[in-house]
C-alpha cells in the first residue's frame, strides 16, 4: 500500500466519520467542512489524480458520481456540488483520487 493518508482512512487504520461504504468506495466527512455536508468519496483503489486514471477506470468513475447522487438524496440536498481537484495549482493536497461533496448552503459560482 502507498503511504497515503485516503488509503488509511479506507483501511480504517485512521478514523473518520463514515458515512457509506461498499466494495469499491468508501465516504467520509471531510475533517474542514466547507459547506455543512462535506463528504469526501474515495474509491479503495489508488489512483493519485483523474489525470493519472486510465480506460479501465471508466466504470469505477461514473459509479463514483452515482453513489454521490445518491450520498446527497440521502441527506435530503437537492442542490448539491461535486468537486474534483486534480493538481496542486487546483487544490489538491491528498493525492488519491476523491470527490468533495458539498452541500447545505448556497454555493456561489464561479468558485474561487
Ligand atoms: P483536496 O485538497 O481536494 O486534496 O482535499 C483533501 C481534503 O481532505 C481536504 O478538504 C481536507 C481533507 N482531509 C485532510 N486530512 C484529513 C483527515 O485526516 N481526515 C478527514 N476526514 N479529512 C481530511
Known amino acids: 500500500m502507498p503511504d497515503c493518508l ?3 482512512i479506507v483501511a ?3 478514523p473518520a466519520q463514515y458515512v457509506c461504504e461498499d466494495e ?3 465516504a467520509f466527512r471531510d475533517i474542514s467542512p466547507k459547506a455543512p455536508t462535506h463528504v469526501l468519496i474515495v474509491p ?3 489512483i493519485p489524480k483523474l489525470s493519472q486514471a486510465s480506460e479501465e477506470d471508466v466504470t469505477l468513475l461514473g459509479r463514483m458520481q452515482r453513489l454521490a447522487a445518491r450520498i446527497a438524496a440521502e ?3 437537492e442542490s448539491w ?3 474534483l481537484n486534480n493538481g496542486r495549482g487546483a487544490g489538491q493536497s491528498v ?3 476523491h470527490y468533495h461533496l458539498l452541500g447545505g ?3 456561489l459560482w464561479p468558485p474561487g
Open 24 to 26: 469499491d468506495f468508501v
Open 12 to 14: 480504517r487504520e485512521i
Open 95 to 97: 493525492f488519491h483520487l
Open 75 to 77: 441527506a435530503g440536498l
Open 81 to 83: 456540488r461535486l468537486v
Open 44 to 46: 479503495r483503489k489508488h
Open 6 to 8: 485516503f488509503c488509511r
Open 105 to 107: 448552503r448556497p454555493l
